[in-house]
C-alpha cells in the first residue's frame, strides 16, 4: 500500500501568516494517465471531510484563493497564504493513483 | 443541488451487523464510483472500498475482505454498506463520498455526514 506521511502534524501558526503542509509518498503517484491524483482535505470537529485541492494542484470550487497546492511524483504541498481563524481543522492528504486509496494521518492547524 | 445523505448512527452488539445507507441525489447516479471511509474516533480515514453503481462491480479493501458487502438500489439512487462481525474496534464514523467514473473531474469532492457506529456490549 501507498504510505503518505505528512509534516507537521501539527502547526501553530500565527493569524494572517502563511502555513505549509507537506505529505511525502512512498512511490510515485504519477498514474498512467497523465494525472496525478493526490488530494487535500480539510476537517473540522464534527463535520466530514471537505475536498480543498484535487490532482495536486486544481484548487475546488468555492475553496478560497488562499489554498494552493504542488508537487509530482511524491512530494506534495498545501499552502496558504494568509491563515484565517476558519482554517483551524485537520488537513489530510489522500492518495487515489493506486488501490487501496490512502490518507496521510493529518496535519493539526491551530491558531497561536 | 448535490447531497449524499446518510442513515443515522447506530448502537450495535459485538458479533452484529449493520447496514448503512447512503442516500445520492443532485446528480447522474450511474456516473459516480462511491467510496465508504471509516474514521476511528480520534483517528485518521481509513479506505473501505468503491462500488460502481452502474455495474454494481466492487472492489474492497484488504483489511476489510470477507466482513463487507456494499450495494446499490438504482430506483432510489442509493447505496449500502454491509459490516459483519461487528467488533468493539470497528466503532467509529462511517463516510460515503463520490468519483466521477472516467476520472474527469475532482474526486471526493462531496461526502455524506458521516454515520457514526458505536459497538459496545
Known amino acids: 500500500d501507498v504510505v503518505l506521511t505528512q509534516s507537521p502534524l501539527s502547526s501553530p501558526v500565527i493569524l494572517g501568516q502563511p502555513a505549509s503542509i507537506s505529505c511525502s509518498s512512498s512511490q510515485s503517484l504519477a498514474h498512467s494517465d497523465g494525472n496525478t491524483y493526490l488530494s487535500w482535505l480539510q476537517q473540522r470537529p464534527g463535520q466530514p471531510p471537505r475536498l480543498l485541492i484535487y490532482?495536486?494542484?486544481r484548487r475546488f470550487s468555492g475553496v478560497p484563493d488562499r489554498f494552493s497546492g504542488s508537487g509530482a511524483g511524491t512530494d506534495f504541498t498545501l499552502q496558504i497564504s494568509r491563515v484565517e481563524a476558519e482554517d483551524v481543522a485537520i488537513y489530510y492528504c489522500m492518495q487515489g493513483t493506486e488501490r487501496p486509496i490512502t490518507f496521510g494521518q493529518g496535519t493539526r492547524l491551530e491558531i497561536k | 443541488q448535490v447531497q449524499l445523505v446518510q442513515s443515522g448512527g447506530e448502537v450495535m452488539r459485538p458479533g452484529a451487523s449493520v447496514k448503512i445507507s447512503c442516500k445520492t441525489s443532485g446528480y447522474t447516479f450511474t456516473a459516480y464510483y462511491v467510496h465508504w471511509v471509516r474514521q476511528v474516533p480520534g483517528q485518521g480515514l481509513e479506505w473501505m472500498g468503491i462500488i460502481n453503481p452502474a455495474s454494481g462491480k466492487t472492489t474492497y479493501a484488504q483489511k476489510f475482505q470477507g466482513r463487507v458487502t456494499m450495494t446499490r438500489d438504482m430506483s432510489t439512487s442509493t447505496v449500502y454498506m454491509e459490516l459483519r462481525s461487528l467488533r468493539s474496534e470497528d466503532t467509529g464514523v462511517f463516510f460515503c463520498?463520490?468519483?466521477?467514473?472516467?476520472?474527469?473531474?475532482?474526486?471526493?469532492?462531496?461526502w455524506g455526514q458521516g454515520a457514526l457506529v458505536t459497538v459496545s456490549s
Open positions: 490532482k495536486t494542484s
Open positions: 463520498a463520490r468519483d466521477p467514473i472516467g476520472g474527469s473531474g475532482p474526486d471526493f469532492d462531496y
